[in-house]
């Protein structure tokens, strides 16, 4: 591409219209780099006829559709700022994000149309409010709005960005709001530039997305993907033996992926497992959660050394990643940092020796604040200007970081720290668990002791057996402060598909009436 000095999809639908830019798994419909291109121009001039204008708020909110990439481009060309929306929000959450974000325009798709019709957000005007695929009273049919709008770019684009909302497993969202960019409209910042090449993404690239396209990860990267030339395979729902499947098909390159997606492949039959060809598959990406040892150790056994690891949050705020061979050598850690300086502090904002845990703040990476939130980004801030996402952990001699645990989800029992995460992955790694969390619940004695809630693989065992063998499986391994004192079975725990675990709402079934509650 050296010879295209703007990087977005229209370069590549000059230069191979027909290629695929996105591919649909179950429905297969193909979305060409020259239809994503007068389909995200369409989206432009609409939202400039409905009145939009740079730093305006356009969301969406659709399940994993065709269109989804090519809007969010669309937006993003437009020089907006895009809010995407999980599909598996109440109608009342739906409405806080639109108003809080002060979107101007919603595009929602007939499959969402029970909530959607329900929705009464100040901010979005009627006349701004469209629906894919069917329309109902209060929504525009944006198939035809799109289709009337020409295919050639508005005259100002610029760059935009997202402004996605936290997932809320510690309080209520919050807005992430970036700066706009500020660089002329094709040219990526060059962070985008040096994530791209550290995986080797390209025109060449095949790329598998088995997450929900309204999360951080998977959406931006699917931008970026695109934008660099690359194709994305996008799973409408994940299915694990459908993934590899889908890495035989189309001849996968790179994907990305949660813990929670790892353990399900990892559950199939071995037959199963080997039925598949992934000689395609060069590059694995995992983040979003703490991924157990066992469980990765696994993955890079099955896969190869494709394994590639992040640690970052929807704020942009740092990057740190590792690869297979680095990560066999520190089981556990989540790599060194490629964007900003780690600094480790304590509560006293010190900064602490080698191996020893605190908070994780980045020094000078991008600048974020969270909207309408001055107090919640100014608990984000060091005094010294760096900035954190909350987690605790540490740095080796060598820089490489290892998580230990969120901040918020530290159990403090008679006075003592205790980091649920290292328990869970050893639960998780335990053949007869599917997943598992430990929590800090009410100790009269010692304000909190240690819970595990553990989803069974078979709920047919959970009983008392099962229970001890659980307790007895963890004091073999750790310190007996760090082990559960008692263990509740659950159908399935409160798991976002992002891999992400609503901790509060599981803490709120044991904290009613008692003070302790995250925030």
């Known amino acids: 591409m050296d ?48 009145g939009l204008v740079r730093g305006d708020r356009l969301a969406i909110f659709m399940e994993n559709h065709p269109l989804y990439l090519p809007l969010t481009w669309g937006g993003m060309r437009a020089g907006l700022r895009v809010t995407a929306i999980a599909t598996h929000l109440s109608a009342a959450e739906i409405d806080y994000i639109l108003d809080d974000s002060a979107a101007r325009a919603l595009f929602t798709s007939a499959a969402k149309a029970n909530i959607a019709g329900t929705l009464v957000a100040a901010t979005v005007a009627p006349a701004a409010r469209f629906m894919l695929d069917g329309s109902i009273a209060g929504f525009g049919d944006l198939d035809q709005a799109l289709a009337a709008q020409p295919i050639t770019p508005i005259a100002n684009q610029s760059e935009g960005v997202e402004m996605l909302y936290s997932s809320g497993t510690t309080g209520r969202p919050k807005g992430v709001k970036k700066v706009l960019p500020e660089l002329p409209f094709g040219e990526p910042a060059n962070w ?43 799973m409408e729902k994940f299915d694990a033996e459908q993934a590899l499947a889908l890495i035989e098909k189309y001849k996968i390159t790179h994907s990305q992926w949660v813990p929670t997606h790892f353990i399900r492949m990892l559950r199939l039959a071995a037959e199963i497992r080997g039925k598949y060809d992934l000689s395609s598959h060069k590059v694995a990406v995992h983040a979003a959660a703490p991924c157990p040892i066992d469980v990765k150790r696994q ?43 780690l600094r480790i502090c304590d509560e006293d ?111 047919g065992d959970a009983n008392a057996d099962l229970e001890a063998e659980l307790m007895a499986y963890c004091r073999q391994h750790l310190s007996h402060v760090k082990c559960p004192r008692t263990i509740d079975f659950v159908e399935k725990l409160p798991r976002q598909e992002n891999g992400k675990l609503y901790k509060q709402k599981l803490r709120d079934t044991y904290w009613v009436g008692h003070a302790n509650q995250i925030v």
């Not at 997305?209 to 990860?217: F, M």
């Not at 680095?326 to 900003?340: E, F």
Request: net charge negative; glycine share 12%; proline share 7%.
């Open 192 to 234: 985008h530039r040096e994530m791209m090449a550290l995986y080797g993404v390209d025109e060449n690239a095949i790329y598998l997305s088995p997450a929900p396209l309204y999360h951080a990860a998977p959406l931006m990267f699917n931008i970026r993907n695109n934008r660099f030339g690359g194709t994305s395979v996008i």
């Open 3 to 50: 010879d295209y000095a703007q990087l977005h999809p229209g370069a590549f639908a000059a230069r191979t219209p027909d290629r695929p830019a996105v591919i649909m798994a179950n429905g297969g419909r193909v979305i060409s780099f020259s239809e994503y291109e007068a389909l995200s121009n369409q989206c432009a001039h609409l939202l400039r006829q409905l």
């Open 299 to 341: 993955m890079i056994e099955w896969w190869g050394p494709i394994i590639r690891e992040y640690y970052a949050g929807s704020e942009g705020n740092g990057y740190v990643a590792i690869d297979s061979h680095h990560w066999l050598q520190r089981p556990g850690s989540v790599g060194k940092a490629l964007i900003g300086t």
């Open 349 to 459: 904002g010190a900064e602490v020796p080698t191996g020893t845990p605190g908070t994780v703040y980045f020094e000078g990476g991008p600048v974020f604040d969270y909207h309408n939130d001055p107090e919640k980004t100014a608990q984000s801030r060091h005094p010294k200007g760096w900035s954190t996402l909350g987690d605790v952990g540490y740095v080796d001699a060598d820089g490489y970081l290892f998580l230990t645990d969120r901040r918020a989800f530290t159990i403090i029992s008679g006075g003592v720290n205790i980091y649920p995460q290292e328990c869970e992955n050893l639960l998780t790694g335990h053949p007869r668990v599917m997943d598992a969390a430990v929590i800090g619940v009410p100790n009269a004695e010692f304000g909190e002791e240690v819970k595990a809630v553990v989803q069974p693989v078979d709920m």
